[in-house]
């Protein structure tokens, strides 16, 4: 595989999460049977949150990613792809998402970080997606 399809794979993935997890905060915020003022204005927090953490957080493990990707030589070993970081950054969410399940945390708080999180998987995958159309061009 080339370069660029594996870099937009991850992307795809990310974005996959995301919306899994964007569903499952906005289902916890609905059940929480808010007045439409709030329940509009936890998910605009929620959303905010998660465009910031993309921007300051995500964004550079994006790079990071892409240019361990793009470092190996063709055929890339599929083992190899991602570091050890990026396995720590997923089970970091997982067991952030867990913690909150397991301390019963209220379905208003479970939303709204699961809306954040799932808004700024979506907005990495995008950033994933484009720099591999990008070195897609790059590459031909």
């Given amino acids: 595989m080339k370069h660029w399809f594996y ?3 991850t992307g795809v993935l990310w974005i996959f999460m995301g919306l899994y997890l964007s569903v499952k905060g906005i289902d916890f915020l609905s059940i ?7 329940f509009i204005s936890i998910c605009i927090v929620s959303i ?8 300051f957080i995500l964004k550079k493990t994006v790079k990071r990613i892409v240019g361990r990707i793009l470092s190996f030589m063709t055929p890339i070993p599929v083992l190899k792809i991602y570091d050890r970081r990026f396995y720590m950054i997923i ?6 998402a867990q913690s909150l399940k397991l301390f019963s945390f209220p379905v208003i708080i479970r939303g709204g970080i699961d809306l954040a999180i ?4 979506i907005k990495g995958g995008y950033s994933f997606i484009n720099m591999g159309i990008s070195s897609k061009k ?3």
Avoid: D, T
């Fill in 48 to 55: 905010v949150v998660g465009f910031l953490k993309e921007k």
């Fill in 118 to 121: 799932g808004v700024a998987l």
């Fill in 32 to 38: 929480s049977n808010l007045s439409p003022f709030y």
């Fill in 138 to 140: 790059i590459s031909y």
């Fill in 7 to 9: 870099i937009a794979f």
């Fill in 91 to 96: 089970f970091m969410m997982v067991a952030l």
